[in-house]
């Protein structure tokens, strides 16, 4: 069956976009080597953080709030609470630009904002501990999205809009023209008119075999959970927070559903290649030792390690994403290299995709995340 577009990749970016297609009408093909949601990629972990006043920079404050206005569509239309709404605090000193371009970004577009220095942080949140030099800004509207339960809303939304999900596919292919693309994979051969790639630490080495070839590097990347007290870290009274420390800069979520606090580093990571069995969390002592250090110098009163795990991160050189149509082929769009800070965006990185293949453009501003970047330097 031939199909008006095919999206190789339905994890974060392609889960949501085939949601979008298959709402607008289009006969829409997912491929995927796994099940989503699943463990080999960037998107498990239960929760990611989702900020409005953003450090990276004011250009992601407006894709932030859409795809916010998204999540809270995914819920009216699911059924499912995918938002919690914890409110986010940001640590770090009051002249580095992580808090300068947080409050830079908050002041532009008018967020709430609100300033805490250290005694009105430990006032208010008791169980981290702030330094003199350093300041907190918090804002109330932001919070927690639940990741896997959204992947799997938007693939059961997406089938019933009539989305054809194919999983234990490995795409080794693209064949391209004008008129259609072929998706190969190692037991068929898929055409559709249009092609979204989403395929995380994968999308390299797809498009390198069409003739792109893009700095992306694949991480190796560990988060672990520590039992805590939940009078303190619940998600009712604590907040997801992303603390800049002398030592790298580091992300927690309070304890939700009695989890215990998750605590990760955003920094740093390992070089690897996705092929390769990543290896467990445990397996190297900093895995533990590094997220331990962070905790007993910043988290009061925070009880032992009860488990931890690893995802990927697939970094640009910038750290910003890409997101355009391939510049020779005009019937494929990539979505990749979301630096470990995509997830937040991916309900409306999948409209933006959607209306890129239904129309030629999209209404969302995507201009800083284009492939052109990569041929200046």
Known sequence: MHNDVIIIG????????????????KRTLLLDAENPPHQRGS?????????HAYAEGEQ????????????????????KEIFLKTGVLSVGKETGSFIQETMKSAEHYELPLQML??????NRFPGIYVPNESIGCFESESGVLKCEDSITAYKALAEHYGATLLTGCKVNGITLNDQEAQVHTVDETYTAHSVILSAGAWSGSLLDRIGLKLPLTPLRKTFAWFHADERIYGNDTFPAFAYETPNGLYYGFPSIEGAGLKVGRHDGGIPIHPDEQMAPFGTFAEDEADLRTFVHRHILNVGNLAYGKTCMYTMTPDDRFIIDRHPHYKNLYVAAGFSGHGFKFSSAVGQALS???????????????????????
Request: hydrophobic share 35%; charged share 25%; aromatic share 10%.
């Open 10 to 25: 339905a994890g974060s970016m392609g889960m949501a976009a085939g949601y979008f297609l298959a709402k607008s009408g």
């Open 355 to 377: 209306q890129l293949v239904c129309s030629g453009e999209t209404e969302i501003d995507i201009s800083a995340f284009s492939l052109n970047r990569f041929e200046r330097e």
């Open 117 to 122: 220095n250290p005694r009105d942080l430990h």
């Open 60 to 79: 992601y404050v407006p894709f932030v709030r859409r795809a916010q206005s998204l999540w809270y569509e995914l819920e009216r239309e699911s059924g």
């Open 43 to 51: 998107h498990h972990g239960e929760t990611r953080m989702i900020r």
